[in-house]
T-cell receptor
Framework: NAGVTQTPKFQVLKTGQSMTLQCAQD?????MYWYRQDPGMGLRLIYY???????DKGEVPNGYNVSRLNKREFSLRLESAAPSQTSVYFC????????????FGSGTRLTVV | AQSVTQLDSHVSVSEGTPVLLRCNYS??????LFWYVQHPNKGLQLLLK??????LVKGINGFEAEFKKSETSFHLTKPSAHMSDAAEYFC???????????????FGKGTMLLVSP
């Protein structure tokens, strides 16, 4: 089925470890996004990529880096994980033709201990 | 800049009674507005969207929302709740312009809908 695929679905890290969350979409969308979801906070934008070759900071970028590898793939990297980064991470994509509605992946549940 | 306020963190209804989830927004642009639903341990699913066409928007599963510019509101309603409606609901406003070709979504903090038998 067409959509947004995130890997892994679950991950436990120790403080200070690094990891990369992967995201790929097969809808030929130009724009991709990374959000984090915390209880009572809704979803907050970490980084986004308006188009291939560009990335921009969102509301909560500290502690993260991103790479728009090609039009399909947008990865999120935690260089030195901290307990405050324990969260559920969602990747999304969009295209102007869809009136800015997003398609979300199923999420990555990350725990930093 | 845009922002969204969901006026209730939790709403409890009985099965078969009406649902009202309230949302106010603020936006510098003519906004696009959305409601998303998230069932426990699931991803987000688009319920409906307003994009400057009809002010009363119909979505999936019997939900609808009315855009009221004078009140800067976009409340979500359903005439009769079902047990399967129990979930968290997010009101969302879109920024950016069509000319720029992209937008970012700003989410409300969510309203948990509880449905009792």
């Amino acid at each position: 089925n067409a959509g947004v695929t995130q890997t892994p679905k679950f991950q436990v890290l120790k403080t200070g470890q690094s990891m990369t969350l992967q995201c790929a979409q097969d809808m030929n969308h130009n724009s991709m996004y990374w959000y984090r979801q915390d209880p009572g906070m809704g979803l907050r934008l970490i980084y986004y990529s308006a188009s291939e070759g560009t990335t921009d900071k969102g509301e909560v970028p500290n502690g993260y880096n991103v790479s728009r590898l090609n039009k399909r793939e947008f990865s999120l990297r935690l260089e030195s994980a901290a307990p405050s980064q324990t969260s559920v991470y969602f990747c999304a994509s969009s295209d102007p033709g869809t009136n800015y509605g997003y398609t979300f992946g199923s999420g990555t549940r990350l725990t930093v201990v | 800049a845009q922002s969204v306020t969901q006026l209730d963190s939790h709403v409890s209804v009985s099965e078969g009674t009406p649902v009202l989830l309230r949302c106010n927004y603020s936006s510098s642009y003519s906004p696009s507005l959305f409601w998303y639903v998230q069932h426990p341990n699931k991803g987000l699913q688009l319920l409906l969207k307003y994009t400057s066409a009809a002010t009363l928007v119909k979505g999936i599963n019997g939900f609808e929302a009315e855009f009221k510019k004078s009140e800067t509101s976009f409340h979500l309603t359903k005439p009769s709740a079902h047990m399967s409606d129990a979930a968290e609901y997010f009101c969302v406003v879109s920024g950016g312009t069509r000319r720029s070709g992209y937008s970012t979504l700003t989410f409300g903090k969510g309203t948990m809908l509880l449905v009792s038998p």
